[in-house]
């Protein structure tokens, strides 16, 4: 029943996606946004996710893409995206591998941390993955907190001035999908000189968390839009 259930909300995404790409035909959502490079660094907090990347104290490069979901007018509240890739350096020659999050403006409490909350302020927004990553204890989401600067707009203009050469620091959590949030680490970003949008693409079902897996009923939920979002206009 799961299977039925989540694949036939899957479909029902790729169909919404595919009208809007009809208008928006690079990027059906999320539209415009910011680049930001930075690092995480994962404390040594004593907790267990069962989820290797967040138990194992350590400092990774980041590399993050702030967006808003529906392109509303500047001064208007929207969903705000935030698109975290964690790059993960292998010894010796091998080129780097990495992981792609995918946080929005949520609430924190349960059951408000699944639903989509529009912003006017990244600063106030909690921002969590919404769907949960299979790690060996069972399932867990992430979520993010500003610390600093307050007072950090969604509208990406208004975004860029505030924030400026300052940099962006995040309190990152995780939790179990009814638990409390436990702190684990810190993400560090600041505006890449380029600033505005850029072609970076992420993808948390073929770029899961390092030691973590997908669920197949959320790769079902997922999977289809997420699919159609990575095609170039005009691709069959």
């Known amino acids: 029943m799961a299977r039925i259930f989540s694949g036939a909300i899957g479909t029902g995404f790729e169909v919404l996606f595919r009208g809007i790409k009809q208008v928006r035909r690079d990027r059906p959502i999320h539209t415009r946004g910011l680049r930001l490079e930075g690092h995480v660094v994962v404390h040594a907090h004593g907790l267990r996710s069962g989820i290797s990347w967040i138990d194992e104290p350590g400092r990774s490069p980041a590399t993050a893409r702030i967006s808003r979901s529906a392109g509303t007018p500047d001064g208007l509240p929207d969903v705000v995206g935030l698109a975290l890739r964690l790059h993960h350096p292998e010894p010796g020659p091998a080129p780097s591998t990495f992981s792609d999050v995918l946080l929005s403006s ?128 005009g691709d069959a």
Do not use: I
Not at 132 to 150: E, H, K, M, N, S
Not at 169 to 182: E, K, Y
Not at 195 to 213: I, K, M, N, S, Y
């Open 106 to 233: 949520t609430g924190w409490s349960f059951p408000g941390r699944y639903l989509l909350l529009p912003r006017l302020s990244v600063s106030r927004a909690p921002l969590g993955t919404m769907m949960p990553y299979r790690g060996d204890d069972g399932p867990v989401l992430l979520g993010a907190r500003t610390v600093g600067p307050a007072g950090l707009p969604s509208s990406l203009r208004a975004f860029r001035r505030s924030l400026g050469s300052s940099p962006w620091h995040l309190g990152l959590f995780f939790a179990t999908p009814r638990g409390p949030w436990q702190h684990f680490g810190t993400l560090t970003l600041n505006l890449d000189p380029v600033a505005e949008d850029t072609d970076l693409r992420f993808d948390a079902v073929l770029h899961p968390l390092a030691g973590a897996q997908t669920y197949e009923w959320a790769r079902r939920v997922r999977e289809p839009s997420y699919a159609l979002s990575r095609r170039a206009p």
